[in-house]
């Protein structure tokens, strides 16, 4: 895609935000309309911190952000907005009256689509039906922009997919965005054209997948395949018993003779690589 012609949904400058001997930032961000972007890191590495931050639901120490408003925006975070003594439509009518275009039978198609009963109360749903309620009023008023925080933790197998076939349809049937942070790197690989990569508070990438795959290579291979000269320039160097694995920049090819093997990296590779080498220049 055309990063120069892409418009921004979200836009941050200088955002930062302190959190006991925490720091975010300060971090510049784009999120592109009209796609579907992924954040990953660490746990405590600044996801939460980032989207409350953004939303303004944590006020940021320093830096802008521009956004659509917040009653265009669906939300879905692990502590729930609504009380635990509501039934799932109060839940529902309490949404509707601060958010602009609520449709109701399409938030009663989202309830019927997750099994969740309108009459039982918040309290009685399980963890998983708890986020697939958050995630239906979220999306109960065709929102632009979606803000999910690990919205497919908690969720059994079938219904990581059938969340993530429902954002699928939402891409395609508004002129949508969704940001959504996760830990399950297998939910970006096919849904996300996007990637942000936080770690230890800062911005360690932010791009299209395709760049990510394009720019990085997974190097593995026997140890005599390893040279005081490309040693270097393997991120998360692990070595095994006679053989070697990590994370390179695919221009650095070359270094590497043919008895090592470089393969497209999975996101996975790429995020667990450079946790083990924290120390390194940022991978962007
Ligand atoms: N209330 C708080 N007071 C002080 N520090 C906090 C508080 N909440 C979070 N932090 C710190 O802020 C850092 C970032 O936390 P954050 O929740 O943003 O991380 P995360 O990437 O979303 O993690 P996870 O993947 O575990 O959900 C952590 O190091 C955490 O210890």
Not at 13 to 31: C, M, S, V, Y
Not at 80 to 107: E, N
């Amino acid at each position: 895609m055309n990063a120069i012609a892409t418009e921004a949904a979200v836009r941050a400058e200088g955002l930062a935000k302190h959190r006991g001997t925490f720091t975010l930032g300060p971090l510049d961000l784009t999120i592109p309309r009209g796609f579907v972007t992924g954040m990953v890191g660490a746990n405590g590495s600044g996801k939460t911190t980032t989207l409350r931050t953004l939303l303004g639901l944590m006020r940021p120490d320093a830096g802008t952000v521009s956004m659509p408003p917040l009653e265009r925006v669906g939300i879905v975070f692990d502590q729930p907005f609504v009380l635990p003594d509501w039934r799932v439509r109060d839940a529902a009518a309490a949404y509707a009256a601060f958010r602009s275009g609520w449709d109701g039978p399409h938030f009663e198609g989202l309830c019927r689509r997750f099994g969740i009963d309108p009459a039982a109360k918040v309290k009685d749903l399980s963890r998983g039906e708890g986020n697939k309620l958050m995630i239906a009023l979220a999306m109960g008023n065709h929102p632009e922009l979606l803000i999910l925080d690990e919205p497919t933790s908690g969720l059994d197998p079938a219904a990581r997919a059938d969340l993530i076939d429902l954002l699928r349809e939402h891409m395609q049937r508004e002129d949508a965005t969704v940001l959504f942070s996760t830990h399950i790197t297998s939910d970006l690989e096919h849904f996300a054209d996007h990637l942000v990569f936080i770690d230890g508070g800062q911005l360690v990438y932010a791009g299209t997948l395709d760049e990510l795959a394009a720019d990085f290579a997974y190097v593995h291979g026997t140890l005599d395949g390893l040279t005081a000269e490309n040693a270097p320039l393997i991120r998360g160097l692990r070595r095994g018993q006679g053989s070697f694995d990590g994370i390179i920049r695919t221009r650095d090819s070359a270094a590497f003779g043919s008895a090592v093997q470089l393969d497209a990296p999975s996101i996975e590779q790429i995020v667990v690589h450079h946790q083990q080498h924290r120390e390194g220049a940022p991978l962007s």
